[in-house]
C-alpha cells in the first residue's frame, strides 16, 4: 500500500513537469521572436526600447496573460544571455581574466533585458489576454 501511494505521488511530479515543460515550449518561441524584434529594432532604436518593444510583442503573442507575459520577458532575457556565457567559457580557455568579464557583462546583461523584457512582456499580456 506505501509502494502505492509513493508511486501515484511519482506519476504527480511527472505530470507537472510535462505541464512546466508545455508551458516553456509555449513560451519559447515567442521569446525567440521578441530576441529578433529586439535585435532588428535595435540596429534603429537605442536597445532598451527594443528589448521593451520585444518583450511586448512576445507578452501578447504568448497568450498568457500578465503571468504568461512576465515569463515569457524573462525568458527573453535568459535566453538573450547565452550566446555571452558561450562566449566566455570559449574565451576563458584561452584568456581566463577576459572570460570572467564576457561572463560578467553576459549576466549583466540577462538582468537588464530579462527586467526590461518583463516590462514588456507584462504590458503584452495585458493587452493579449490568457486563452
Same mark, same amino acid.
Given at each position: *500500500?506505501?509502494? *502505492?501511494? /509513493?508511486?501515484?505521488?511519482?506519476?504527480?511530479?511527472?505530470?507537472?513537469?510535462?505541464? $512546466?515543460?508545455?508551458?516553456? /515550449?509555449?513560451?519559447?518561441?515567442? /521569446?525567440?521572436?521578441?530576441?529578433l524584434v529586439a535585435i532588428v529594432l535595435g540596429i534603429f532604436?537605442?536597445?532598451?526600447?527594443?528589448?521593451?518593444?520585444?518583450?511586448?510583442?512576445?507578452?501578447?503573442?504568448?497568450?498568457? $496573460?500578465?503571468?504568461? =507575459?512576465?515569463?515569457?520577458?524573462?525568458?527573453?532575457?535568459?535566453?538573450?544571455?547565452?550566446?555571452f556565457f558561450i562566449l566566455a567559457g570559449v574565451i576563458a580557455t584561452i584568456?581566463?581574466? /577576459? =572570460?570572467?568579464?564576457?561572463?560578467?557583462?553576459?549576466?549583466?546583461? *540577462?538582468?537588464?533585458?530579462?527586467?526590461? =523584457?518583463?516590462?514588456?512582456?507584462?504590458? =503584452?499580456?495585458?493587452?493579449? $489576454?490568457?486563452?
Open positions: *500500500m506505501g509502494n *502505492m501511494s /509513493a508511486g501515484v505521488g511519482r506519476d504527480d511530479i511527472n505530470t507537472s513537469n510535462e505541464k $512546466g515543460v508545455k508551458k516553456m /515550449a509555449k513560451y519559447f518561441w515567442p /521569446a525567440i521572436i521578441g530576441i532604436i537605442t536597445p532598451l526600447i527594443s528589448v521593451i518593444i520585444g518583450g511586448f510583442i512576445a507578452g501578447i503573442m504568448c497568450k498568457g $496573460g500578465i503571468g504568461g =507575459g512576465a515569463g515569457v520577458g524573462f525568458l527573453l532575457g535568459v535566453i538573450s544571455a547565452i550566446p584568456v581566463p581574466f /577576459a =572570460g570572467a568579464i564576457i561572463g560578467g557583462l553576459g549576466a549583466g546583461l *540577462m538582468v537588464v533585458t530579462g527586467m526590461l =523584457g518583463l516590462v514588456g512582456g507584462v504590458i =503584452g499580456g495585458l493587452i493579449g $489576454g490568457k486563452e
